[in-house]
């Protein structure tokens, strides 16, 4: 298997664009996370699928951020506007179901608001 | 709500050196926990993790680790270091609700 597949591997853009960052998970896991990885906060849960349906968004920063699973094999994650305090890097990681299971990270999504 | 704490946000040993990484969890139940690295600009891979069982867990690289429920800990260890584990780790906890929770971090530098 390839592994969790994220793009695009970097990202710059400019205060006020829309930002959609993807992932592929791992084929056949059923739960899918997004975290966002700064120096000054670490690595922070955004937003929780479980079999394509949001458990739980309450690390999702604001109103500007949101998160789609139209399907098993793909997520987004959109940002609009974006701010500079939004450069971050964004993993995406999956697992199978199961609380015992660990989670498979994507080499994340560089992001720079300039 | 499951939380994990990391203590010592840079740990600097000698090549040849014991390794010790330190996390504390907090849990109301049986937790599953997780010790993680990250090599620069690389996603988070899996050391090791303890679900049920034997409490003392081996990892990949020469790493272990030990639950020790008493103490709410699950430090991470290794007998020597050596220069290519140089690098950040993660502890964590996937809770009830199936969240994975991260500590701060570890940063793990290693003297010549």
């Known amino acids: 298997d390839a592994g969790v597949i994220q793009s695009p591997r970097h990202e710059v853009t400019e205060m006020g664009q829309e930002v959609t960052l993807r992932c592929k998970p791992i084929?056949?896991?059923?739960?899918l996370f997004w975290y966002r990885q700064t120096m000054m906060r670490g690595l922070e849960l955004l937003i929780y699928?479980?079999?394509?349906?949001?458990?739980?968004d309450s690390g999702m920063p604001e109103d500007r951020f949101s998160a789609k699973m139209p399907n098993a094999s793909f997520s987004t994650l959109k940002i609009q506007p974006s701010e500079p305090r939004d450069s971050a890097v964004y993993f995406c990681?999956?697992?199978?179901?199961?609380?015992?299971?660990?989670?498979?990270f994507g080499q994340g999504t560089r992001l720079t608001v300039v | 709500a499951q939380s994990v704490t990391q203590l010592g946000s840079h740990v600097s040993v000698s090549e040849g050196a014991l390794v010790l990484l330190r996390c504390n969890y907090s849990?109301?139940?049986?937790?599953?926990l997780f010790w993680y690295v990250q090599y620069p600009n690389q996603g988070l891979q899996l050391l090791l993790k303890?679900?049920?069982?034997?409490?003392l867990v081996k990892g990949i690289n020469g790493f272990e680790a030990e639950f020790k429920k008493s103490e709410t800990s699950f430090h991470l260890t290794k007998p020597s270091a050596h220069m290519s584990d140089a690098a950040e780790y993660f502890c964590?906890?996937?809770?009830?609700?199936?969240?994975?929770?991260f500590g701060s971090g570890t940063r793990l530098s290693i003297r010549p």
């Open positions: 990681a999956s697992s199978p179901t199961g609380a015992m299971t660990e989670a498979f």
């Open positions: 964590a906890v996937r809770d009830s609700a199936s969240k994975i929770i």
């Open positions: 849990s109301s139940v049986p937790p599953y």
């Open positions: 084929s056949g896991h059923n739960s």
């Open positions: 699928f479980n079999n394509n349906v949001p458990i739980d």
């Open positions: 303890y679900t049920t069982g034997a409490t």
